[in-house]
Protein backbone atom coordinates (compact mmCIF):
# COMPACT_ATOMS: atom_id res chain seq x y z
CA UNK A 1 0.00 0.00 0.00
CA UNK A 2 1.24 3.57 -0.38
CA UNK A 3 1.62 3.94 3.67
CA UNK A 4 3.74 1.29 3.44
CA UNK A 5 5.84 2.68 0.65
CA UNK A 6 5.91 6.17 2.87
CA UNK A 7 7.31 4.96 5.70
CA UNK A 8 10.13 3.21 3.59
CA UNK A 9 10.42 6.83 1.97
CA UNK A 10 10.61 8.52 4.67
CA UNK A 11 13.33 6.59 6.49
CA UNK A 12 15.19 6.54 3.16
CA UNK A 13 15.20 10.70 3.37
CA UNK A 14 16.06 10.43 6.96
CA UNK A 15 13.04 11.38 8.38
CA UNK A 16 11.48 10.23 11.21
CA UNK A 17 7.21 10.35 11.53
CA UNK A 18 4.65 10.08 9.23
CA UNK A 19 0.58 10.70 9.83
CA UNK A 20 -1.60 8.16 7.86
CA UNK A 21 -4.34 10.31 6.10
CA UNK A 22 -7.36 8.51 6.61
CA UNK A 23 -8.93 12.16 5.76
CA UNK A 24 -11.28 11.04 2.83
CA UNK A 25 -12.58 7.65 5.03
CA UNK A 26 -11.49 4.46 6.71
CA UNK A 27 -10.56 2.39 4.16
CA UNK A 28 -7.56 -0.51 5.72
CA UNK A 29 -7.84 -3.90 6.34
CA UNK A 30 -6.77 -5.52 9.72
CA UNK A 31 -3.70 -7.25 7.57
CA UNK A 32 -2.82 -3.98 6.33
CA UNK A 33 -2.35 -2.51 9.29
CA UNK A 34 -0.33 -5.12 10.82
CA UNK A 35 2.12 -4.91 8.15
CA UNK A 36 2.22 -0.90 8.24
CA UNK A 37 2.76 -1.51 12.58
CA UNK A 38 5.92 -3.88 11.69
CA UNK A 39 7.11 -1.89 9.14
CA UNK A 40 6.77 1.29 11.22
CA UNK A 41 9.03 -0.65 13.82
CA UNK A 42 11.48 -1.98 11.83
CA UNK A 43 12.13 1.44 10.37
CA UNK A 44 11.70 3.49 13.37
CA UNK A 45 9.23 5.73 12.00
CA UNK A 46 6.59 7.09 14.25
CA UNK A 47 3.41 7.23 13.44
CA UNK A 48 0.09 8.86 13.37
CA UNK A 49 -3.23 9.20 11.89
CA UNK A 50 -5.86 11.69 10.71
CA UNK A 51 -9.14 11.13 11.36
CA UNK A 52 -11.63 11.82 8.30
CA UNK A 53 -12.39 15.55 7.46
CA UNK A 54 -16.12 14.95 7.92
CA UNK A 55 -16.27 15.67 11.44
CA UNK A 56 -18.61 17.67 12.67
CA UNK A 57 -19.48 17.03 16.93
CA UNK A 58 -21.24 20.31 16.79
CA UNK A 59 -23.75 19.54 14.01
CA UNK A 60 -27.17 20.38 15.16
CA UNK A 61 -28.54 16.58 14.07
CA UNK A 62 -28.16 13.96 16.53
CA UNK A 63 -27.15 11.58 13.77
CA UNK A 64 -24.21 12.94 12.31
CA UNK A 65 -23.13 13.94 16.04
CA UNK A 66 -22.87 10.02 16.39
CA UNK A 67 -21.44 9.33 12.92
CA UNK A 68 -18.93 12.02 13.90
CA UNK A 69 -17.83 10.19 17.17
CA UNK A 70 -17.88 6.95 14.83
CA UNK A 71 -15.29 7.59 12.65
CA UNK A 72 -12.97 9.21 15.94
CA UNK A 73 -13.43 5.59 17.38
CA UNK A 74 -12.49 4.09 14.51
CA UNK A 75 -9.63 6.38 13.58
CA UNK A 76 -8.24 5.17 17.07
CA UNK A 77 -8.81 1.56 16.40
CA UNK A 78 -6.84 1.64 13.20
CA UNK A 79 -4.40 3.34 14.50
CA UNK A 80 -4.16 1.31 17.76
CA UNK A 81 -3.57 -1.93 14.95
CA UNK A 82 -1.13 0.14 13.10
CA UNK A 83 1.21 1.12 15.80
CA UNK A 84 0.01 4.77 15.54
CA UNK A 85 0.70 6.98 18.96
CA UNK A 86 -2.13 9.77 18.09
CA UNK A 87 -5.39 10.88 16.67
CA UNK A 88 -5.49 14.35 15.30
CA UNK A 89 -9.44 15.21 14.36
CA UNK A 90 -10.78 18.55 13.73
CA UNK A 91 -13.55 19.11 16.15
CA UNK A 92 -16.31 20.87 14.10
CA UNK A 93 -18.17 24.63 13.26
CA UNK A 94 -19.48 26.91 14.85
CA UNK A 95 -22.74 26.91 13.34
CA UNK A 96 -25.06 29.09 14.34
CA UNK A 97 -24.98 28.50 18.30
CA UNK A 98 -22.17 31.15 20.06
CA UNK A 99 -18.68 29.95 20.40
CA UNK A 100 -19.78 28.75 24.67
CA UNK A 101 -22.30 26.58 23.00
CA UNK A 102 -20.04 24.68 20.17
CA UNK A 103 -17.35 23.99 23.36
CA UNK A 104 -20.01 22.58 25.75
CA UNK A 105 -21.39 20.24 23.03
CA UNK A 106 -17.95 19.30 21.49
CA UNK A 107 -16.62 18.68 24.91
CA UNK A 108 -19.49 16.50 26.05
CA UNK A 109 -19.07 14.44 22.25
CA UNK A 110 -15.43 13.99 22.80
CA UNK A 111 -15.80 12.52 26.76
CA UNK A 112 -18.09 10.17 25.34
CA UNK A 113 -15.70 8.88 22.93
CA UNK A 114 -12.62 9.09 25.22
CA UNK A 115 -14.69 7.23 27.89
CA UNK A 116 -15.67 4.31 25.08
CA UNK A 117 -11.94 3.81 24.64
CA UNK A 118 -10.88 3.67 28.00
CA UNK A 119 -13.62 1.03 27.98
CA UNK A 120 -11.65 -0.65 25.26
CA UNK A 121 -8.11 -0.08 26.86
CA UNK A 122 -7.23 1.73 23.76
CA UNK A 123 -3.55 3.86 24.33
CA UNK A 124 -4.34 5.97 21.58
CA UNK A 125 -4.08 9.64 21.99
CA UNK A 126 -7.07 12.19 20.64
CA UNK A 127 -6.10 15.32 19.76
CA UNK A 128 -7.79 18.01 18.11
CA UNK A 129 -6.52 20.28 16.09
CA UNK A 130 -6.31 23.79 15.82
CA UNK A 131 -8.42 25.72 12.94
CA UNK A 132 -6.93 27.57 9.88
CA UNK A 133 -10.79 29.35 9.50
CA UNK A 134 -12.71 31.51 11.64
CA UNK A 135 -16.06 29.56 10.89
CA UNK A 136 -14.31 26.28 12.27
CA UNK A 137 -14.14 25.52 16.35
CA UNK A 138 -10.90 25.40 17.21
CA UNK A 139 -8.60 28.58 18.19
CA UNK A 140 -5.87 27.67 19.98
CA UNK A 141 -7.92 28.64 23.56
CA UNK A 142 -10.50 26.63 22.68
CA UNK A 143 -8.09 23.64 22.05
CA UNK A 144 -5.95 23.67 25.72
CA UNK A 145 -9.41 24.38 27.41
CA UNK A 146 -10.75 21.09 26.03
CA UNK A 147 -7.10 19.66 26.69
CA UNK A 148 -7.31 20.92 30.10
CA UNK A 149 -11.35 19.29 31.07
CA UNK A 150 -10.80 16.31 29.24
CA UNK A 151 -8.12 13.21 30.51
CA UNK A 152 -5.80 12.16 28.26
CA UNK A 153 -6.66 14.61 25.66
CA UNK A 154 -3.87 16.69 24.02
CA UNK A 155 -3.44 19.31 21.50
CA UNK A 156 -2.96 18.72 17.69
CA UNK A 157 -1.06 22.59 17.42
CA UNK A 158 -1.13 23.53 13.64
CA UNK A 159 1.08 27.13 13.87
CA UNK A 160 -0.02 27.63 10.18
CA UNK A 161 -3.33 27.30 11.15
CA UNK A 162 -3.13 29.79 13.76
CA UNK A 163 -1.52 32.09 11.78
CA UNK A 164 -4.00 32.54 9.12
CA UNK A 165 -6.98 32.40 11.41
CA UNK A 166 -5.36 35.38 13.37
CA UNK A 167 -3.27 37.07 10.62
CA UNK A 168 -0.93 37.11 13.55
CA UNK A 169 1.17 34.39 15.57
CA UNK A 170 4.47 34.94 13.08
CA UNK A 171 7.28 35.62 14.60
CA UNK A 172 9.86 34.45 17.12
CA UNK A 173 7.95 36.23 20.01
CA UNK A 174 4.59 35.15 19.52
CA UNK A 175 5.99 31.60 19.01
CA UNK A 176 7.16 31.39 22.08
CA UNK A 177 4.11 33.09 23.39
CA UNK A 178 1.91 30.32 22.05
CA UNK A 179 4.81 27.52 23.62
CA UNK A 180 4.78 28.94 26.87
CA UNK A 181 0.59 29.19 26.69
CA UNK A 182 1.34 25.70 25.89
CA UNK A 183 2.89 24.70 28.89
CA UNK A 184 1.53 27.49 31.64
CA UNK A 185 -2.08 25.18 30.25
CA UNK A 186 -1.47 21.60 30.35
CA UNK A 187 2.21 21.43 32.21
CA UNK A 188 5.60 21.36 31.08
CA UNK A 189 5.58 18.03 30.77
CA UNK A 190 3.16 18.82 27.30
CA UNK A 191 6.16 20.28 25.64
CA UNK A 192 7.88 17.06 25.92
CA UNK A 193 4.80 15.08 23.83
CA UNK A 194 3.78 17.43 21.41
CA UNK A 195 1.85 16.86 17.81
CA UNK A 196 2.33 19.62 15.59
CA UNK A 197 1.81 20.60 11.75
CA UNK A 198 3.44 22.97 9.99
CA UNK A 199 3.20 24.35 5.90
CA UNK A 200 2.53 27.54 3.92
CA UNK A 201 -0.42 28.54 3.49
CA UNK A 202 -2.62 31.22 1.53
CA UNK A 203 -5.50 33.20 3.78
CA UNK A 204 -8.12 36.00 4.13
CA UNK A 205 -9.45 37.84 6.31
CA UNK A 206 -11.67 34.80 7.32
CA UNK A 207 -8.74 32.40 7.68
CA UNK A 208 -7.03 29.92 5.70
CA UNK A 209 -7.53 29.26 2.11
CA UNK A 210 -4.98 27.14 0.99
CA UNK A 211 -1.49 25.31 1.63
CA UNK A 212 1.57 25.80 -0.24
CA UNK A 213 5.16 25.32 0.32
CA UNK A 214 6.85 26.96 2.94
CA UNK A 215 9.27 29.26 0.61
CA UNK A 216 6.13 30.73 -1.09
CA UNK A 217 4.83 31.79 2.06
CA UNK A 218 4.65 34.08 4.76
CA UNK A 219 5.45 31.60 7.75
CA UNK A 220 9.05 32.36 9.45
CA UNK A 221 9.84 28.64 10.24
CA UNK A 222 13.41 29.97 10.44
CA UNK A 223 12.11 31.82 14.03
CA UNK A 224 9.56 29.00 14.38
CA UNK A 225 12.08 26.47 14.35
CA UNK A 226 14.52 28.61 16.74
CA UNK A 227 11.81 28.68 19.60
CA UNK A 228 11.10 24.71 19.12
CA UNK A 229 15.36 24.67 20.30
CA UNK A 230 15.50 27.28 22.59
CA UNK A 231 12.35 25.69 24.51
CA UNK A 232 13.99 22.22 24.02
CA UNK A 233 10.14 20.85 22.42
CA UNK A 234 9.85 17.64 22.17
CA UNK A 235 7.77 15.36 19.96
CA UNK A 236 6.47 15.29 16.13
CA UNK A 237 6.30 17.54 13.52
CA UNK A 238 3.89 16.37 10.39
CA UNK A 239 4.51 18.86 7.13
CA UNK A 240 1.37 19.08 5.73
CA UNK A 241 2.84 21.47 2.57
CA UNK A 242 2.15 20.14 -1.44
CA UNK A 243 5.50 18.92 -0.96
CA UNK A 244 5.98 17.54 1.91
CA UNK A 245 8.96 15.54 1.48
CA UNK A 246 11.15 19.05 0.45
CA UNK A 247 9.51 21.36 3.31
CA UNK A 248 10.24 18.39 5.68
CA UNK A 249 13.47 17.99 4.81
CA UNK A 250 14.22 21.82 4.70
CA UNK A 251 12.95 22.31 8.34
CA UNK A 252 14.85 19.14 9.72
CA UNK A 253 17.81 20.77 8.14
CA UNK A 254 17.15 23.77 9.53
CA UNK A 255 16.62 22.41 12.95
CA UNK A 256 20.65 20.73 12.57
CA UNK A 257 21.93 23.82 12.14
CA UNK A 258 20.32 25.97 14.22
CA UNK A 259 22.64 26.44 17.71
Same mark, same amino acid.
Given at each position: ??????????? !???????????????????????????? #???? %? &?????????? /? *?? *?????????????? +?????????????? *?? &????????? %????????? +???????? &?????????? &???????? %?????? #?????????????? #?????????????????? *???????? +?????? !?????????????????? /????? %?????????????????????????????????????????????????????
Amino acid at each position: TSTLFGIQQIQ !KLGLDCLEIEFVKGLKMGSDTAAQIKKA #GQKY %G &VSLSVHAPYY /I *NL *NSPEKGKRIASQER +IMQSARLAEMCGAK *NV &VFHPGYYGK %GSAEEAYER +IKKEIKEV &VSILRQDRSR &VVLRPETM %GKKSQF #GSLEEILFLCREID #GVLPCVDFSHIHTRSGKA *NTYLEFHR +ILKKIE !KKLGKEALKNMHIHVCGA /IYSDK %GEIKHINLQESDFRYDEWVQVLKDLDVEGSVICESPEQDKDALLLKNLFSVTS
